[in-house]
Structures are given as C-alpha cells and as structure tokens.
C-alpha cells in the first residue's frame, strides 16, 4: 500500500516536505517510523526514537499503534511547532 508521509519544522528541513512509502498491509505508524528510519542515516536521526515526535494520521492526532491503511496521510512533527 502507498501512503504519503509529511514532515513538518526541523523535520521538514532535515528530510524535505513529504514523500510516497510503499508500506506492508497491517502497518501501524509505529512500524512505518521504523521503515522510515532504516531509509537513511539522515531519516534514522530525525525520526530516532529518542527524539520525541508527535504523529497524525490523515490530519488527526494519532499514537504509533494506529493502523494505516492505503492513500493516508502520516504527518511527523516536533511536539511544539512556531507559526
């Protein structure tokens, strides 16, 4: 399955705006970070699990447990963004 993934602030910088993901059936946002990570060394610093990211999933506040499903939109961001 395709979904979009969007990265917003110092993600956005360091990863570039969005991009397209082949992901397996069952997928949860927790594994897509996972997949994400293992892309490149530059993805697997900004997405490390120890830096706090928050999620949503087709513009809805989510947790790494939710499941993603065909054409949704997964946005990654820093807790606390400026405007």
Known sequence: ???QVRYFAALREALG???SVDVP???TLGSLRD???ARSEKHAAALARTRALRCALNQVMADESAAVAEGAEVAYFPPVTGG
Request: charged letters at 15%; aromatic letters at 0%; zero cysteines.
């Open 17 to 19: 705006a969005s991009e």
């Open 35 to 37: 997949q994400l990570m």
């Open 25 to 27: 059936a069952g997928a």
């Open 1 to 3: 399955m395709k979904v």
